[in-house]
């Protein structure tokens, strides 16, 4: 059993940044793919950035790339999602998702574990 725990979520203006973390319980976190998704109201939610067991690839959608890096300290048992740029369309719940998988993965049914979500909400 794998909890994870998101924060760092918040307000902030168009342009600005935001770093978000999510905490795991396990302690074996090495051995889970993490990615982080995001839905905003009145939408399904979507791939945002995936990191795998060993940190030696990552992917990211299209919307995000260049502006988001996302990041893991296994030691910490921590992922993390940096942020720069953001722009109002950024605005939705975040969530933080823990797979075992050997690869990393954009879909979201293929991660067995999630966090509760952080808000981040983008005025422009």
């Known amino acids: 059993q794998v909890q994870l725990v998101e924060s760092g979520g918040g307000p902030v203006q168009a342009g600005g940044s935001l770093r978000l973390s999510c905490a795991a319980s396990?302690?074996?976190?090495?051995?889970?793919?993490m990615g982080w998704f995001r839905q905003a109201p009145g939408k399904e939610r979507e791939f945002v950035a995936g990191?795998?067991?060993?940190?030696?690839?990552?992917d990211y959608a299209d919307s995000v790339k260049g502006r988001f890096t996302i990041s893991r300290d296994n030691a910490k048992n921590t992922v993390y999602l940096r942020m720069n740029s953001l722009k109002p369309e950024d605005t939705a719940v975040y969530f933080c998702?823990?797979?075992?998988?050997?690869?990393?993965?954009?879909?979201?049914?293929?991660?067995?574990?999630w966090g509760q979500g952080t808000q981040v909400t983008v005025s422009s």
């Open positions: 998702a823990a797979g075992f998988l050997s690869s990393v993965s954009t879909r979201d049914y293929e991660y067995g574990y």
């Open positions: 990191i795998s067991r060993s940190s030696g690839s990552t």
């Open positions: 396990a302690r074996t976190l090495s051995s889970y793919a």
